[in-house]
């Protein structure tokens, strides 16, 4: 959560590159907005509000200085205000600050500067950060011991930027437990939370580990905190910056939706280092998944593939209580951490605890990620960049690759199914006019039921996710038996169930659900196979798919009718679904 920017350019004006860098970031939150720039003096402009906004009204690419930092907020400590925005600065205004993690001990800093005559503007904790750098600095450090100086003093996670104008054509960053990559280009660097929002300017990456610093002045040092050079390797991206782009759509949650049949066909150029990740793991006696939301649902479907298709024991746990409910493990466990980012908090905290009681294999979308370089195996979806911060074309891929790993660990058919998943979602996809009307429909109501068994019940989860993280209704998704254990009491006329029913074994238990849902008044969306006549005949409304996905590898399919819907219901209710309130796509704090 938040996002951060730094540039130092061989020449021309820094303010409108970090503008358009600090945009491709704003999924990462959007509560505030702001750009410092050194010329050397520093100049800020921020404000709380989304970046177009906060535009509007201040011209943010109106700063002089051909280096500069950049920031986006998702708030933590104090609310979403112009003085809480960041950069911060320390009390001369000659030292500023963007930071995205959260500093534990701030509230005893910041005590303590204050006794020393430190001004505080704002309630966050970040703002301890220039008055420590301001303090070294005026005890005689340069900019970038001071800094290291400050950072030792800190307990918490940081990423950031910092620039003074005490040291002109300099800028220092740093990372401790959030992500921060250093982009070299031709004689111009950057610093940013996330690759995306560089990639329009260099392909070429330097992923900076826990506890290094990294100065940019016209050339490139990292080091450790203790001043020692570290010796990086720099590596080159395949995302292409029109990837980061929204390409005609609308919106780019649209796009990914879209862009499903690909990112299942990339993904599954992947067989070759599955087969030799199954095979560097060994021999495995029990399976636990780790992850937190949508994730967290694409495990789910981990367990009933390999309990099902394999008989291998899964256990599937939430990643914020995996401290709580994880005394099993051992080594012949192995711990499957899926996670789009790579750099979710609560899975990272998990993983490490993992990492010296199981086996570890993180799945994971973002390259270099820190998750990718703390599990001990990795395997990437081919996903590119997902910038909507509802999870979308990256659940699928997650999909695939679990499916993959399940193929490679001993049901190999499952690979002929997978290898026609791109022409079920394409067909799938086609249907979206029809959607669009649905969607109009119950654009609405207050609340929305999604029901399914067996392999369909993760789907109905993954569905009510969607639904309530983009248009604000309240969605909740069941397994179809559970209804009459307490929720069918708010099932009442007219309330949508959708009913998640692909041919299978599960198919008429799922059946006698829906007629029991029918008998309260519920409104039925039947999803299911295009020649199912009965659940046709039971639905109000009816989305149909292709006859030859069975229940199986229906989690790959059945979702895509579901995005759709929750997509057209939040564009309906006049809402921003890229840009849900209260969320960021990346989240680093536990
Ligand atoms: C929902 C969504 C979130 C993420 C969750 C985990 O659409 O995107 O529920 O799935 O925050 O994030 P990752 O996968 O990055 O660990």
């Given at each position: 959560m938040c996002g951060i920017v730094a540039c130092i350019l061989k020449d021309g004006s820094a303010a409108p590159v970090l503008l358009e860098c600090v945009r491709r970031l704003e999924y990462r939150g959007y509560d505030s907005v702001g750009i410092a720039t050194s010329d050397p003096m520093i100049r800020i402009k921020k404000d709380s509000g989304k970046i177009d906004e906060v535009d509007a009204e201040?011209?943010?690419?109106?700063l002089p200085g051909s280096m500069g930092i950049a920031h986006v907020r998702w708030a933590?400590?104090?609310?979403?205000?112009a003085e809480n925005a960041h950069p911060h600065t320390d009390c001369s205004g000659e030292i500023a600050v963007v930071h995205n993690g959260i500093i534990e001990n701030y509230l005893e800093v910041k005590e303590e500067l204050e006794s020393e005559g430190h001004i505080f503007r704002s309630e966050t904790d970040t703002e301890v950060i220039p008055h420590l750098i301001e303090k070294y600095m005026d005890e005689g450090m340069d900019l970038e011991a001071a800094t290291a100086t400050a950072l030792r003093k800190l307990r918490g996670a940081y990423a950031i930027a910092v620039v003074s104008s005490r040291e002109p054509g300099r800028i220092v960053g740093a990372r401790k437990e959030s992500p921060l990559i250093v982009g070299v280009g031709e004689g111009e660097y950057f610093l940013a939370s996330?690759?995306?929002?560089i990639l329009n300017h260099t392909s070429r990456v330097i992923y900076l580990d826990d506890g290094e610093m990294v100065i940019l002045d016209g050339d490139l040092r990292v080091t450790d905190m203790e001043g020692n050079t570290v010796e990086k390797e720099i590596h080159s991206i395949d995302w292409s910056a029109d990837m980061a782009e929204k390409g005609g759509y609308d919106h780019f949650m649209l796009k990914e939706i879209h862009e499903e049949p690909s990112a299942v066909r990339d993904t599954l150029t992947e067989w070759d280092e599955v087969l030799g990740v199954v095979e560097e793991i060994g021999e495995v006696e029990r399976i636990c998944f780790v992850a937190c939301g949508t994730s967290y649902h694409a495990s789910l479907v981990g367990k009933y593939l390999f309990e099902s298709l394999l008989g291998i024991p899964t256990d599937v746990i939430l990643a914020s209580e995996f401290r709580y409910s994880a005394?099993?493990?051992?080594?012949?466990t192995l711990a499957i951490f899926i996670s789009q980012?790579?750099?979710?908090a609560d899975t990272l905290n998990a993983l490490r605890a993992a990492n010296s009681r199981a086996k570890t294999l993180a799945i994971v979308?973002?390259?270099?990620s820190s998750a990718t370089r703390e599990a001990q195996h990795v395997l990437y979806t081919r996903a590119g960049p997902e910038i909507g911060v509802a999870a979308t074309k990256t659940y699928v891929s997650q999909l695939t690759v679990i499916y993959m790993l399940v193929a490679a660990m001993g049901a190999p058919e499952l690979m002929d199914r997978l290898g026609r998943v791109p022409e079920f979602m394409e067909r799938a996809l086609k249907d979206e006019d029809s959607i669009r009307e649905l969607a109009a429909t119950c654009s609405d109501v207050s609340d929305f039921f999604f029901i399914g068994r067996g392999f369909a019940y993760p789907t109905a989860l993954e569905g009510a996710l969607k639904l309530k993280e983009i248009t604000y209704i309240h969605g909740e998704g069941y397994a179809a038996g559970e209804l009459k254990h307490g929720p069918l009491a708010l099932i009442d006329n007219g309330v949508p169930v959708v009913a998640i029913s692909p041919p299978g074994p599960c198919h008429d238990k799922t059946l006698s659900n829906v007629e029991e849902v029918r008998a309260r008044g519920a409104r039925v969306i039947g999803v299911g196979s295009i020649s199912d006549e009965s659940l046709r005949k039971e639905a109000d409304d009816f989305i149909g798919l292709d006859p030859e996905v069975d229940d199986v590898i229906s989690p790959l399919i059945y979702i895509v009718p579901l995005q759709l819907l929750s997509y057209h219901v939040s564009v309906e209710r006049g809402l921003d679904p890229d840009k849900p309130k209260n969320l960021a796509k990346c989240v680093t704090v536990e």
């Open positions: 201040l011209d943010l690419a109106d933590t400590h104090g609310l979403p205000t996330d690759v995306p929002a005394g099993a493990l051992n080594d012949r980012s790579g750099e979710t979308n973002v390259l270099g």
